[in-house]
Every structure is written in C-alpha cells, then in structure tokens.
C-alpha cells in the first residue's frame, strides 16, 4: 500500500483495529 491508502491505514485503519473491540467491549457493559 501506497500514498493515500496507505496514510488511511496508518491514521484509521490502525488505531480503530485497537480501538474497536475496547469500545465493543465497553458498550456491551453499558448496556448489560
């Protein structure tokens, strides 16, 4: 990956595959 896709990786693509399941988690609390 290269140029634009791979900027989008690194700024978004990344940061929500560690995000994602925190706040999945975390939801999935509130709404227990």
Do not use: C, H
């Not at 690194?10 to 509130?30: C, D």
């Amino acid at each position: 990956m290269a140029g634009i896709e791979g900027d989008y990786y690194n700024v978004v693509g990344f940061p929500m595959s560690r995000v994602y399941p925190v706040l999945k988690e975390w939801l999935l609390e509130e709404t227990d």
